[in-house]
Structures are given as structure tokens and as C-alpha cells.
């Protein structure tokens, strides 16, 4: 049997699951940001896929995933200093008693 | 026939490791196993023949960002509690599901286009040719480069201490 581009999307899409389960379900917010990456790479792997099934004389695919990387390095970045904060100032991450702007 | 063995091995290998990043109780092994996960993608990516971005998610992925995570969670001491779930799991678990029957439903029933042409390699002459020629992606590319330096100046004034 050979591999094509179903493959690829299918296991993208259990990637993308299994980081938006994460990101729903854990409270500690390190975790939560680790189940966003997961997300992340699950989405370049479906673009590299594109890239390489539908249009392999361009790589259009691959210079989108290249970007996706770039926001990616930026949004942890800027998410462990905000949870880093957070924790100099309430002693905690875990998401339940982080409620500051919960009403 | 040796790519769709690399490929089954290393897809077994993501979904374990990140099966593991979501279930294992330490946060510690959880971010090791992150980084599991990663390098097993940047095999998927040599089996697409993307030979630069395999060795883009290695340097920055495996090398920055997940050291990163792992000194997040040593500054943060709250792995002595461990990586517990809240009340959500059932209906997340629906929720997540009933997503996944869409995604593979709509990947399942598309007649996909299949190019039969033979994938470039190596990718990172044709890259360059795309970020910096004419007609490329020079723009974005500057955008990105904005985006690290607001990132930079943002993760300082965030995490300094007053």
C-alpha cells in the first residue's frame, strides 16, 4: 500500500486532536502551551503535505510552514513570559485559580 | 516501500509521543516528550522530501524551543504537582472527536488533485529563490522579522522583575 497524501492529512488531523485535547483539558498552563505547539506542528505537517502532493514544482506549502514556525518560536516566547509572571505574582499556574478576569 | 515503512514507524511514534505529552503525570517527561514528538516530525518531513524545514524543526523546535519549555518548567517549581486534568475531559473529549470525524470525513471524501511531478531536492536554493526573489515572499519576510523584535522587546518587559 502507498503512502499518499490521506495519510499525511489523517495524521495531521490526530496531531491537531491531540493538541486541542490538551489545550482543553489540563491546568497546568506550561502544559497547556506545549498542547498548543503540538497543534502547530500538526499544521505544517498538513502543509509540507500540500506541498509536496498537489504542487511539488513550487513549495509554497513549505515557505507557509516555515512561517508558521516563526510565530510559533514568538507566541512561546512571549506565553512562558506571561506565565512566568504570572507565577512571580500569584505563586501558581494552574489554570483554576488564575481567574482575574473571570466574572 | 522503505518510505511507507518510515512513514508508519514514525506516525506510530507522534501519536505516542503525543499521546504522552497530554497523559504522562510528570510535566517534566511531558515536555521529553515533546521533544520525541518533534524530532519524529522532522522525519515526516524528510519522507516529503523537505529536507530544510527537517533541519529548521530540529534547530528550532528541538534545540530552542523545547529548551525553553523545560526552563520555563524548572523557574516554575509547579511540577511538584503534577499535570492533573480539569473537570473538562468528557465533554472535551466529545468535543475533540466529533472534530476529528469532520477533518477525516472532508480529508476522506475529497478528490485530491495529485500532482505526479518529482519533488525538488534539495529545497533550499528554490526557498531562497522564493523568500528574497522577485515575486517572492520578501514582504511576510520582513513582517516576520518585525514580529521577532516586538517579541523580543514584549518577552523583556514581561518577565522583568520590578
Known amino acids: ?94 489554570t483554576r485559580n488564575i481567574d482575574l478576569m473571570k466574572w | 516501500m522503505g518510505l511507507a515503512v518510515a512513514f508508519w514507524i514514525l506516525a506510530a511514534i507522534i501519536v505516542a509521543a503525543a499521546l504522552g505529552v497530554i497523559f504522562l503525570k510528570n510535566v517534566f517527561r511531558a515536555a521529553l516528550s515533546l521533544v520525541v514528538c518533534l524530532v519524529a516530525i522532522a522525519g515526516i518531513f524528510v519522507t516529503l522530501s523537505a529536507d530544510f524545514l527537517a533541519v529548521v524543526q530540529i534547530l528550532v523546535y528541538v534545540g530552542a524551543i523545547s529548551v525553553v519549555i523545560i526552563l520555563a518548567i524548572m523557574l516554575t517549581r509547579e511540577f511538584t504537582r503534577g499535570s492533573p486534568f480539569n473537570r473538562l475531559k468528557i465533554p472535551a473529549f466529545i468535543i475533540t472527536a466529533v472534530f476529528f470525524g469532520f477533518v477525516a470525513y472532508a480529508v476522506l471524501g475529497t478528490k485530491w488533485q495529485i500532482s505526479t511531478a518529482a519533488p525538488q531536492t534539495p529545497t533550499t536554493h528554490a526557498l531562497g529563490e522564493l523568500l528574497f ?25 514581561i518577565a522583568r522583575d520590578r
Request: charged share 10%.
Open chain 1, 1 to 94: 500500500m502507498t503512502i499518499g497524501l490521506e495519510h499525511y492529512l489523517i495524521l495531521a488531523g490526530i496531531l491537531f486532536s491531540i493538541g486541542l485535547f490538551g489545550s482543553f483539558t489540563k491546568r497546568n498552563a506550561i502544559v497547556i502551551l506545549i498542547s498548543i505547539e503540538l497543534m502547530l506542528n500538526g499544521v505544517n505537517v498538513a502543509l509540507v503535505a500540500f506541498s509536496r502532493f498537489i504542487t511539488p514544482e513550487i513549495l509554497t506549502g513549505q515557505i507557509f510552514a516555515l512561517f508558521v514556525m516563526v510565530v510559533a518560536a514568538a507566541e512561546v516566547a512571549v506565553g512562558l513570559a506571561i506565565i512566568i509572571s504570572i507565577y512571580r505574582n500569584r505563586e501558581t499556574i494552574d
Open chain 2, 133 to 157: 526573489g522577485p515575486n517572492g515572499f520578501i514582504l511576510p519576510l520582513e513582517i516576520a522579522a518585525v514580529l521577532i523584535l516586538a517579541v523580543i522587546i514584549g518577552a523583556i518587559v
